[in-house]
């Protein structure tokens, strides 16, 4: 059920914290920008801790990364699991970017969880300040794309930088991962592909951008649960 409908069991779960859970992970993954106070209210009432809250932003936003690499690779299960996911539906609509930038101080802190934090720092690290495949000039396009597209205001928008034709492919790729990433094909790495990226670099694209919406989904939560209703 979870997996065929997690709606259902945002609302019809009969345990509290069941159901603002899936609320959370659910609001995580499709519009972090529209988490509000009353979202961490409801989840305080039905028994969760500042703790549960922070662990369910964190989980949803690393299973979000992965979940995105195994669309991009689409590489099968070589094992056997109870639960098959569901198929990738191509005609789900892909989900609408942030209307509005969030900013503001974290209503609970990563610092928390100090390995946690400590972990996210040496992985944010890794993945913009390397220059291969992908130069770090390009890492910060694709990391400002999504952070605009999920509603992080903590990072510059993108529209001063430089946009010619490499920059155009690199956003598209980067928007299909972000936004729907259940539409990737191999008609989606073309361009990129003409324009000389091999395997190993159309996966950089791949894995900054879905790394990168990791970071922001965290970042937005983290700040929009503090937030009135709007």
């Given at each position: 059920?979870?997996?065929?409908?997690?709606r259902?069991?945002a609302s019809?779960?009969?345990?509290?914290?069941?159901?603002?859970?899936?609320?959370?992970?659910?609001?995580?993954?499709?519009?972090?920008?529209?988490?509000?106070?009353?979202?961490?209210?409801?989840?305080?009432?039905a028994?969760?801790?500042?703790?549960?809250?922070?662990?369910?932003?964190?989980l949803?936003?690393?299973?979000g990364?992965?979940?995105?690499i195994a669309d991009?690779v689409?590489?099968?299960?070589?094992?056997?699991v109870?639960?098959?996911?569901?198929?990738?539906?191509?005609t789900?609509?892909a989900?609408?970017?942030?209307v509005?930038?969030?900013?503001?101080?974290?209503?609970?802190?990563?610092?928390?969880?100090?390995?946690?934090?400590?972990?996210?720092?040496?992985?944010?690290?890794?993945?913009?300040?390397?220059d291969?495949?992908l130069?770090?000039?390009?890492?910060?396009?694709i990391?400002?794309?999504?952070?605009?597209?999920?509603?992080?205001?903590?990072?510059?928008?993108?529209t001063?930088?430089t946009?010619?034709?490499?920059?155009?492919a690199?956003?598209?790729?980067?928007?299909?991962?972000?936004?729907a990433?259940?539409?990737?094909s191999?008609?989606?790495f073309?361009?990129?592909?003409?324009?000389?990226?091999?395997?190993a670099?159309?996966?950089?694209?791949?894995?900054?951008?879905?790394?990168?919406?990791?970071f922001?989904r965290?970042?937005?939560?983290?700040?929009?649960?503090?937030?009135?209703?709007?």
């Amino acid at each position: 059920m979870v997996l065929a409908d997690p709606r259902a069991i945002a609302s019809h779960w009969p345990q509290p914290r069941t159901r603002s859970l899936a609320e959370l992970t659910i609001t995580v993954t499709e519009a972090p920008a529209k988490l509000s106070r009353a979202h961490y209210d409801r989840a305080i009432e039905a028994g969760l801790s500042d703790d549960d809250i922070l662990q369910a932003i964190l989980l949803a936003s690393y299973f979000g990364h992965l979940n995105r690499i195994a669309d991009a690779v689409a590489v099968p299960l070589d094992y056997q699991v109870r639960h098959l996911p569901p198929d990738t539906d191509p005609t789900v609509p892909a989900l609408p970017p942030a209307v509005d930038a969030v900013v503001g101080k974290h209503l609970i802190e990563v610092a928390k969880r100090p390995a946690t934090a400590a972990a996210l720092a040496e992985w944010r690290s890794y993945i913009f300040t390397r220059d291969a495949p992908l130069t770090r000039r390009q890492r910060h396009l694709i990391a400002r794309y999504v952070a605009l597209w999920l509603g992080d205001g903590g990072i510059s928008n993108p529209t001063d930088l430089t946009v010619n034709p490499l920059d155009d492919a690199l956003r598209a790729l980067a928007e299909q991962v972000t936004l729907a990433p259940w539409h990737l094909s191999s008609a989606s790495f073309m361009p990129l592909r003409a324009a000389g990226f091999d395997d190993a670099a159309l996966f950089d694209v791949c894995a900054t951008a879905s790394s990168a919406g990791m970071f922001s989904r965290i970042e937005v939560a983290l700040i929009a649960l503090g937030r009135s209703e709007t």
